[in-house]
């Protein structure tokens, strides 16, 4: 794809009402099975969320995005769906560890060798294909967080644990590429909240994530949903280490934390996909006001180098807001290429 900074969701858009329970899900973020959030009957959920797939494509069309994704729309969240569909999971009786807020939520429990028995995502990869003629990205929970959102009753160490779930992770992102995405993105937010740990061994586990990757691949580090974490850091503790690993995108926020943008600096072979809209604050954004987020980066980064993107998912917000949000997004970046390239 040979556009100047193109545009794409960081991977989720708001479920339909008709399809999960948004106003139990607005209360946490499920990192074990939560079968009972789905509204619809059993035998009806796959139709169902193949109709709310179709939406969120459609959605992002309209509002002019150059990358499309399929909404996760068939996730309660980014990372429990992979994570419960692997084997070595105990899904029936899960565990507990303590979230990025300090509080005990129910996790996968380890209690054999992880590993991934049959592709996950390549259902959703099709019907997505099948709906767009754009640029496609699928998103992957990282080796790292899950491990991170598992008790391990089975390694019983942190470093092979992440390892194994990287051998799981590369199976999937092989067989994604294999089927047409044009992106593969894995989510490490835990990496920020575990920067020793993602020191010591996160890199390894993300470099054998994505071994032998043929296409465009990309991680994502944020600090938390807003819906869930308002104050936010100005900094983050692990970011420019991303520099020595393999992958080629790494994206970030940086409107609702109002990041210092010098660390830019610090991955001088990355294409960086800049957070630009403000999960955190209802009002949508002009694309004037989007166009001066994306500019201040120019003093640390060519916008050859720039992707744009909201700061995190954006499943909780309503609808309209993330549509008018999305929309503006589209709009400010157009403005800006418009600008760079003397139109």
Same mark, same amino acid.
């Given at each position: 794809?040979?556009?100047?900074?193109?545009?794409?969701?960081?991977?989720?858009?708001?479920?339909?009402?008709?399809?999960?329970?948004?106003?139990?899900?607005?209360?946490?973020?499920?990192?074990?099975?939560?079968?009972?959030?789905?509204?619809?009957?059993?035998?009806?959920?796959?139709?169902?969320?193949?109709?709310?797939?179709?939406?969120?494509?459609?959605?992002?069309?309209?509002?002019?995005?150059?990358?499309?994704?399929?909404?996760?729309?068939?996730?309660?969240?980014?990372?429990?769906?992979?994570?419960?569909?692997?084997?070595?999971?105990?899904?029936?009786?899960?565990?507990?560890?303590?979230?990025?807020?300090?509080?005990?939520?129910?996790?996968?429990?380890?209690?054999?060798?992880?590993?991934?028995?049959?592709?996950?995502?390549?259902?959703?990869?099709?019907?997505?294909?099948?709906?767009?003629?754009?640029?496609?990205?699928?998103?992957?929970?990282?080796?790292?967080? *899950?491990?991170?959102?598992?008790? /391990?009753?089975?390694?019983?160490?942190?470093? @092979? $644990?992440?390892? =194994?779930? !990287?051998? %799981? &992770?590369?199976?999937?992102?092989?067989?994604?590429?294999?089927?047409?995405?044009?992106?593969?993105?894995?989510?490490?937010?835990? *990496?920020?909240?575990?920067?020793? /740990?993602?020191?010591?061994?996160?890199?390894? @586990? $993300?470099?054998? =994530?994505? !071994?032998? %990757? &043929?296409?465009?691949?990309?991680?994502?580090?944020?600090?938390?949903?807003?819906?869930?974490?308002?104050?936010?850091?100005?900094?983050?503790?692990?970011?420019?280490?991303?520099?020595?690993?393999?992958?080629?995108?790494?994206?970030?926020?940086?409107?609702?934390?109002?990041?210092?943008?010098?660390?830019?600096?610090?991955?001088?072979?990355?294409?960086?996909?800049?957070?630009?809209?403000?999960?955190?604050?209802?009002?949508?954004?002009?694309?004037?006001?989007?166009?001066?987020?994306?500019?201040?980066?120019?003093?640390?980064?060519?916008?050859?180098?720039?992707?744009?993107?909201?700061?995190?998912?954006?499943?909780?917000?309503?609808?309209?807001?993330?549509?008018?949000?999305?929309?503006?997004?589209?709009?400010?970046?157009?403005?800006?290429?418009?600008?760079?390239?003397?139109?």
């Amino acid at each position: 794809m040979n556009i100047l900074l193109p545009t794409s969701l960081v991977g989720s858009y708001p479920q339909p009402e008709w399809l999960i329970d948004r106003a139990r899900l607005a209360r946490q973020v499920p990192r074990a099975r939560a079968d009972d959030l789905w509204l619809p009957a059993p035998e009806r959920l796959e139709a169902a969320q193949d109709d709310a797939t179709v939406l969120a494509i459609r959605d992002q069309e309209r509002a002019g995005l150059d990358v499309i994704t399929d909404g996760e729309q068939r996730r309660a969240s980014y990372s429990n769906r992979f994570a419960t569909a692997l084997d070595g999971i105990d899904a029936d009786n899960p565990g507990t560890t303590i979230s990025r807020n300090g509080k005990p939520i129910p996790v996968p429990r380890v209690v054999g060798p992880i590993r991934r028995a049959r592709p996950v995502e390549l259902r959703d990869l099709a019907v997505l294909r099948a709906h767009t003629r754009r640029a496609i990205k699928v998103t992957v929970p990282g080796p790292f967080t *899950m491990s991170k959102q598992a008790q /391990d009753e089975f390694y019983r160490d942190g470093e @092979a $644990l992440a390892l =194994a779930y !990287a051998e %799981a &992770v590369n199976a999937e992102v092989l067989d994604l590429f294999a089927a047409g995405a044009d992106v593969v993105q894995l989510d490490e937010p835990w *990496m920020q909240q575990h920067p020793d /740990d993602a020191r010591r061994y996160g890199l390894r @586990a $993300l470099d054998r =994530a994505l !071994a032998g %990757a &043929v296409g465009t691949t990309a991680v994502h580090l944020c600090f938390g949903y807003a819906a869930l974490v308002r104050d936010k850091p100005r900094g983050y503790a692990f970011l420019a280490e991303l520099e020595g690993s393999k992958v080629a995108q790494v994206s970030i926020e940086t409107a609702q934390p109002k990041l210092d943008l010098k660390v830019l600096r610090e991955l001088p072979s990355k294409t960086v996909i800049l957070g630009v809209i403000d999960l955190a604050d209802p009002a949508i954004e002009t694309p004037q006001i989007v166009a001066g987020r994306i500019r201040r980066a120019f003093d640390y980064i060519p916008a050859e180098r720039l992707a744009i993107a909201p700061d995190c998912g954006m499943k909780y917000l309503p609808l309209a807001i993330a549509f008018g949000k999305m929309q503006a997004m589209a709009e400010g970046a157009a403005l800006v290429r418009r600008e760079l390239e003397g139109g």
